[in-house]
């Protein structure tokens, strides 16, 4: 490990330990105020004069969520802060910059651009409200009646201060998960977090924490990713070899990825943060999604959970069939994100999942291997619908397991092979991998794109040939049929 991994490790522990004092602090605003210092004091920590983009930023968003019209304001502040991003790695490119620190940055920049969207949603429900009322007024007749919350009004009055204390503070500042600021305000404003079950969640989050760690360290010695930049790994092993290396190397990441999303989860049960009762229907990163404000009135009476701020569900990323499955469940609080304010508000249906993987791949980077990774899952997703669709779906029994562990590995090996792009970052270094194993992943997969579409079409025009068989069939019945009522009659 790096010397920026452990004092990334050594802060989110320290974030972890700090969650028991914090959830005691029984005067809301002095416990908004401990959270903020703590969030500032990590990121200084971390990131040391860096930190000075993340303050710059915020000031700059900051100033569009509350300057910039909220009909405008959300397209402005991700404009902002997305601009931003640009600035930050070309300094990064030139200077260098601690990878903590970019995602410090990158979580930060959905905070802000999440607050704007929620803000100017707010103000699109209070407009179509009033304009309601007058119609009712009007006696202009209209179904179905929109409500509106205390919150919504809150986010037309956000100030600097709150806009600072959600962005910085200590519990998600460093690696996640996002949340709304619905959800920031509802730790300090809502009883759950002191009846929530936070050391017993924390203690099983870090067992696994501890399990992934070891993985990530066996695997990384094992099989690390720089042999793959070697001139022995090209020179000296074979081509099956380079091929199957993408496994472990992927592996690898998965597991410390792992960890420290788990980790930073733990940051967010220890302190109860994010704990919401089971019948709110809380949703990873969006929060509850059924009514739950009169919950807090006999608080100590629910079960809850921590599902609002669960990112990864590894072991349903793990065991799932298909890489389309595995998608929904990586990363699910930033795609909630790209699916509320990117995919969902952009004007093009057609364009937008293109735009939504288009604005992910920016969001994690400008390197070559973020695009190669991210803009060729469609591909391969599209490639596994279509032989689902043509093996998968009608399959039953032994043929059904069978047909699934193959599905399994396709979706491994991909992953795999996609996400080598990510890991090597550079083009000369994606291209002369890809190069040393012939390309082999691409060209499979358009050789079963081509087998597929042949077979699809295959099976399209003998389904047309059968229905016109039925049809001509039915048809003879009804002519031989009218003969024989005419001779009856």
């Not at 009169?294 to 629910?302: E, N, P």
């Not at 004007?347 to 291997?369: D, E």
């Not at 997703?381 to 009608?394: A, F, G, T």
Request: with cysteine; proline share 3%; charged share 20%.
């Amino acid at each position: 490990m790096s010397i920026d991994d452990v004092i990334y490790v050594i802060c989110l522990l320290g974030c972890i330990g700090a969650g028991s004092y914090v959830k005691k602090i029984a005067d809301e605003g002095q416990r908004k105020l401990v959270s903020t210092a703590l969030g500032v004091l990590v990121v200084v920590i971390v990131s040391g004069l860096h930190s000075l983009h993340c303050f710059v930023s915020l000031a700059l968003g900051t100033a569009a969520v509350l300057l910039v019209h909220p009909s405008k304001g959300h397209l402005v502040t991700f404009a902002v802060m997305f601009g931003y991003l640009v600035f930050f790695r070309i300094f990064d490119f030139y200077l260098g910059i601690p990878g903590h620190t970019n995602m410090i940055q990158m979580i930060l920049t959905l905070k802000v651009s999440g607050i704007a969207f929620e803000k100017t949603a707010a103000w699109k429900r209070l407009q179509a409200h009033d304009e309601q009322k007058k119609n009712d007024q009007r006696d202009v007749h209209q179904e179905s009646p929109i409500e509106i919350t205390d919150y919504d009004v809150e986010l037309q009055n956000l100030s600097a201060a709150e806009v600072l204390h959600y962005s910085f503070n200590y519990i998600g500042v460093l690696t996640g998960p996002y949340y709304r600021y619905r959800t920031y305000r509802d730790y300090f404003e809502m009883p759950f977090k002191t009846h929530a079950p936070t050391v017993e969640a924390t203690l099983e989050k870090l067992k696994y924490a501890v399990f992934y760690c070891a993985l990530y360290l066996a695997t990384n010695y094992m099989w690390p990713l720089d042999y793959a930049l070697s001139d022995e790994f090209f020179n000296d092993r074979s081509f099956v070899y380079r091929l199957l290396y993408v496994w472990p190397t992927f592996f690898t990441f998965r597991a410390r990825i792992y960890t420290g999303l788990t980790l930073s989860e733990c940051v967010c049960t220890m302190a109860g943060f994010g704990a919401y009762p089971d019948e709110s229907d809380p949703n990873n990163g969006e929060g509850p999604r059924k009514r739950y404000q009169h919950l807090k009135r006999d608080a100590d009476k629910h079960t809850y959970n921590f599902t609002t701020i669960v990112n990864t569900r590894v072991l349903e990323v793990e065991r799932c069939w298909t890489f389309r499955e595995g998608m929904k469940h990586w990363n699910v609080c930033v795609q909630y994100w790209l699916a509320v304010n990117v995919y969902k508000l952009f004007p093009s249906k057609k364009y937008r999942t293109g735009a939504t993987l288009l604005c992910s791949a920016y969001w994690h980077g400008f390197r070559p291997g973020h695009y190669f990774c991210i803009m060729g899952a469609p591909f391969y997703v599209s490639l596994e619908d279509m032989w689902d669709k043509l093996v998968r779906k009608s399959a039953t029994g032994t043929s059904r397991r069978v047909i699934d562990v193959t599905f399994w590995i396709f979706k491994w090996f991909a992953f795999s092979y996609l996400g080598e792009a990510f890991l090597l970052s550079s083009f000369g270094n994606i291209w002369r991998f890809y190069s040393s194993v012939y390309h082999i992943g691409y060209i499979s997969w358009a050789v079963m794109t081509a087998l597929g579409f042949y077979l699809t079409s295959q099976r399209k025009a003998a389904e047309r040939r059968k229905k016109r068989a039925a049809e001509k069939a039915a048809g003879g019945d009804g002519i031989a049929a009218a003969i024989e009522k005419e001779k009856a009659q």
